[in-house]
C-alpha cells in the first residue's frame, strides 16, 4: 500500500500536498491493520495450542485414573471390568486402523495432487497433454469427494452414538443421584446427636416396605450370598440352578463344595429360597413405587400444564394490553410522521423555488459563456486563417528561395564537372607519359644489362691439370719481394686456423699474402649517371 501510494504521489507531480498526505496516512493504517490481524492470528493460534495442551494432559490423567480404578486385579468387580477392557482394546484397534486408512487415502490425495503440480511444471500445448491434465484433475476431485463423504457419513454415525451415549448416560445419572439420596438421608439419621433411633425406622419413613425388609434380611444373613464366600456361592448356584432347586442337587453341591457339610448346604438353600422370595417382593415394591411416581409425575404434568394455561391466558390478556399500547403509539407516531411530511414538503417546495432560480441564473451565465465562447471562437479563426495565409506565403517565398538555389547549385556543379573532367584527364595523360618513360628507361636497362653480360661472360676450356699448378699470386709472390710491398691483410679469427700462439705456431695463411681486395659498392642506375 506505501508503494503504491508513493507511486501516485509522483506520478500525479501536480496535485496537493493535503491528497498525498492522505494517500500516505491511508497506506500506513492498512499496513498498521494487516499487522494487527496477523498478531492477532498468532495469538489464537498459541492459544489453540495451549488449549490443546491442556487438553491433552487432562484426558492422559483422566486416562490414568481410570486404568487404576477399572482395570485394578485386586478390584472386587473385576470379572465385570473385564469386559470393558476388552471394549476398549477392541475399539482403540478400530480407531488406530481407521486412522491408518485415512492417512493412507490423504497420502494418495497428496501423491495425486504433487503429479498434477509437476505436470503443470512443463506445459505442453496439445491436446493429448490437456486431456491429461483433465483425467488427473478429475482423478483427485473425486477421491476428495469419496472422503468427504465417506467422513460426513462417519461423523454422522458418531454424532448419532454420541447422542445415545448421552442419553444413557442422563438415565445412571438419574439413577446414581437417586442412590446419593438414598445414602446422604442415611448418614444424615447416623450422625443426629440421637443416634439411638434404629436404622430400620429410619428406612421405614423413606423406602418402601419391601426394600426395608429385603436390606435388613441382607444384614441378618451376611450380604448377597448368605456369608460364603464368592467362590462356594458360584458353585452352589451353578449346581442349584442345574437342578432348578430339587433335592436331587445335594450330592452334587457337596462335591463342588468340598469344605461345607450337609447341613450347611440346607441351611444355605433355605436361606437363598428365602432370599430369591424376598427379592421379588422387591421387585415389585419397586415398579408399584415406579408407578405412584409416574402417576405423581402425570399429577404434577396436569398441574404444570393447567398453571401454563393460566400463564397463557394471562400473558395473552398482557400481550394484548401490549398491542393496544403499541397501536395507541403507532398512531402517534403516524400523526408525528404526517406533521413531519407536511412540513418536509413546505420545507422541499422553497428548496425547488430556490433551486430554480440558481438554475434560471446558471442558465443566464451558461448563456454569457456561450457567447463569449463564440466571439473568443471567431477570433480564434480568424487569427487561425491570418495565420494559415502567412505559412502559406512564407511556404511560396521558401519554395522559390530553394527553386533559385538548386538552380545554381546545378549550375555550379556543371562548372564544377567540367574542370574536374579536365584534371582527371591531365592526369591520365601524365601517367600515360610517365608509364611510357619507365618502359623506355626499362628497354635501355635491359640492353646495357646485356652489353656487361656480354663483356663479363668467360668462356674457359676444361683443363683438369690446372688443379694442381700454382696460381698466378702465388707465382708473384714467389717472386723477389718489392720494397713498396703493401702490408699484409689481417683477417677475422675465424679465418686464422687456430687461437693465440697455436696459430703463430702453425704459420700464416695463404690468403695473408694477398693484396687487400676492392671494398664492394652499389651500381648506379642508369637514369642517373652523367648527372
Not at 480407531?95 to 490423504?106: G, N
Not at 439419621?189 to 434380611?217: D, M, Q, Y
Amino acid at each position: 500500500m506505501a508503494a503504491l501510494a508513493t507511486a501516485v504521489a509522483a506520478a500525479a507531480g501536480g496535485q496537493r500536498q493535503q491528497q498525498n498526505d492522505s494517500c500516505f496516512s491511508t497506506a500506513g493504517s492498512g499496513q498498521q491493520c494487516q499487522n494487527w490481524k496477523m498478531k492477532a492470528e498468532q495469538a489464537k493460534k498459541a492459544e489453540f495450542v495451549r488449549t490443546a495442551e491442556k487438553l491433552r494432559t487432562q484426558l492422559a490423567n483422566i486416562e490414568k485414573d481410570k486404568n487404576g480404578h477399572l482395570y485394578n486385579r485386586r478390584s472386587d468387580s473385576r470379572v465385570e471390568y473385564s469386559i470393558l477392557e476388552e471394549l476398549e482394546h477392541k475399539m482403540t484397534v478400530n480407531r488406530k486402523t481407521e486412522k491408518t486408512k485415512i492417512l493412507q487415502q490423504l497420502s494418495k490425495i497428496r501423491n495425486n495432487v504433487k503429479k498434477l503440480q509437476q505436470q503443470l511444471k512443463d506445459v505442453k500445448h496439445t491436446s493429448e497433454f490437456v486431456d491429461k491434465l483433465k483425467e488427473m484433475m478429475e482423478e483427485i476431485e473425486n477421491a476428495i469427494n469419496a472422503f468427504k463423504e465417506e467422513q460426513r457419513q462417519t461423523y454422522e454415525q458418531l454424532l448419532k452414538d454420541e447422542k445415545t451415549a448421552v442419553n444413557e448416560l442422563s438415565v445412571f445419572e438419574k439413577k446414581v443421584e437417586l442412590w446419593v439420596l438414598s445414602s446422604s438421608t442415611t448418614e444424615k439419621v447416623l450422625k443426629l446427636p440421637s443416634a439411638r433411633i434404629s436404622v430400620g425406622k429410619t428406612l421405614e419413613n423413606h423406602l418402601p416396605e419391601e426394600v426395608v425388609e429385603f436390606e435388613r434380611f441382607l444384614q441378618r444373613t451376611g450380604g448377597r450370598q448368605g456369608g460364603w464366600d464368592d467362590y462356594d456361592h458360584q458353585n452352589f448356584l451353578k449346581v442349584w440352578t442345574k437342578h432348578k432347586g430339587k433335592l436331587s442337587y445335594m450330592d452334587e453341591a457337596l462335591e463342588y463344595l468340598c469344605g461345607r457339610t450337609k447341613e450347611e448346604v440346607e441351611q444355605h438353600d433355605k436361606w437363598y429360597r428365602e432370599y430369591l422370595i424376598l427379592q421379588e417382593r422387591k421387585k415389585e415394591s419397586i415398579k408399584k413405587w415406579k408407578e405412584k411416581q409416574q402417576q405423581e409425575k402425570e399429577g404434577n404434568l396436569k398441574k404444570k400444564e393447567k398453571s401454563e394455561r393460566m400463564l397463557k391466558k394471562e400473558w395473552l390478556q398482557h400481550e394484548e394490553a401490549q398491542k393496544q399500547k403499541a397501536e395507541e403509539e403507532r398512531k402517534r407516531q403516524q400523526a408525528a410522521i404526517e406533521a413531519w411530511k407536511k412540513q418536509k414538503a413546505i420545507a422541499f417546495a422553497m428548496e425547488q423555488a430556490s433551486q430554480l432560480k440558481l438554475e434560471e441564473e446558471k442558465e443566464k451565465k451558461q448563456l454569457k459563456e456561450r457567447q463569449r465562447q463564440c466571439h473568443m471562437k471567431l477570433l480564434l479563426e480568424r487569427y487561425t486563417l491570418q495565420k494559415k495565409e502567412k505559412e502559406e506565403l512564407e511556404k511560396l517565398e521558401k519554395e522559390k528561395r530553394e527553386e533559385a538555389e538548386k538552380e545554381e547549385r546545378k549550375r555550379t556543379a556543371a562548372a564544377e564537372i567540367t574542370k574536374f573532367q579536365e584534371r582527371d584527364l591531365h592526369k591520365l595523360q601524365m601517367k600515360i607519359q610517365q608509364k611510357q618513360v619507365k618502359e623506355a628507361e626499362k628497354q635501355d636497362k635491359e640492353q646495357r644489362l646485356a652489353k656487361l653480360r656480354e663483356k663479363v661472360h668467360v668462356r674457359a676450356a676444361r683443363d683438369p691439370s690446372r688443379l694442381l699448378q700454382p696460381t698466378r699470386g702465388w707465382e708473384e709472390r714467389s717472386k723477389a719481394p718489392s720494397p713498396a710491398a703493401p702490408p699484409p691483410l689481417h683477417l677475422p679469427r675465424r679465418y686464422g686456423g687456430g687461437r693465440g700462439a697455436a696459430g703463430s705456431r702453425r704459420g700464416a695463411s695463404p690468403l695473408s699474402a694477398l693484396p687487400a681486395a676492392p671494398r664492394p659498392r652499389r651500381a648506379v642506375p642508369a637514369w642517373r649517371r652523367g648527372l
